[in-house]
């Protein structure tokens, strides 16, 4: 099974409205990372939060992670229709590779 | 803007044909992976270098080759596609130091295979 997954798979909200995705992960990580796919696109890289980190921020994004749950949570707030694209966590183990979620479709309405 | 560059975008090609999916980093990064996306899924890893003459299979069994010969560049051969193969193919880079960094993917090879 994944080592990461993601939760809700799908998520519609109206513009301005805050986003709020979770990760979960089965086993000890380095790093938690946060992508962002547009549909038919490359993925794009939004934020790295590492194993001893609690909380980031980048800008509209701010990231929690929790080891003793081994889950994370993404948060897009003010969100915008540019921010409908697909999200994906991605958990790196020992071995420098990453495992990625199954994602969540957001979709922002205008 | 990621340096990370894959063609083709779109390839639609008959069962049996060989394809050469071709990806190549401007940014000197050692690491280079591809992963294999189906429409609204997850990605799975199917291939992965850590320099050049170093490749290894990923956590997807995959019928496709990979060679590393020089740094910037990482093509993925299927000697006969079959239809099992339809699917987007994107390939990733990373710099090596340490065992954390982000990913830089290109925009991806979507594969049809009649």
């Known amino acids: 099974s994944q080592q990461g997954e993601e939760d809700p798979q799908a998520l519609s909200i109206q513009e301005g409205e805050n986003a709020t995705m979770n990760c979960s992960y089965k086993?000890?990580?380095?790093?938690l990372q946060w992508y962002r796919q547009n549909s038919g696109r490359g993925l794009v890289h939004l934020i790295l939060i590492r194993s001893n980190e609690r909380e980031k921020h980048s800008g509209r994004l701010r990231v929690t992670l929790d080891t003793s749950k081994k889950s994370s949570s993404l948060l897009i707030t003010a969100s915008r229709a540019a921010d409908t694209a697909s999200y994906f966590c991605?958990?790196?183990?020992?071995?420098?590779?990453?495992?990625f979620g199954e994602g969540t479709q957001l979709t922002v309405n205008p | 803007e990621a340096d990370i560059y894959q063609t083709p975008r779109y390839l639609v090609i008959g069962t049996g044909k060989k394809i050469t999916l071709e990806c190549s980093q401007t940014m000197g990064h050692d690491k280079m992976y591809w992963y294999q996306q189906d429409p609204g899924m997850e990605l799975h890893l199917i291939h992965y270098s850590y320099g050049v003459n170093s490749t290894e299979k990923g956590d997807l069994s995959s019928e496709s080759t990979v060679s590393r010969i020089r740094t910037e560049h990482f093509p993925l051969t299927l000697e006969s596609a079959r239809p099992s193969h339809t699917s987007q193919y994107l390939c990733?880079?990373?710099?090596?130091?340490?065992?954390?960094?982000?990913?830089?993917f290109g925009e991806g090879s979507r594969l049809t295979v009649l």
């Open positions: 991605a958990t790196e183990t020992s071995g420098s590779r990453l495992t």
């Open positions: 990733a880079s990373s710099e090596l130091q340490g065992n954390t960094g982000e990913l830089f």
């Open positions: 086993t000890s990580i380095n790093n």
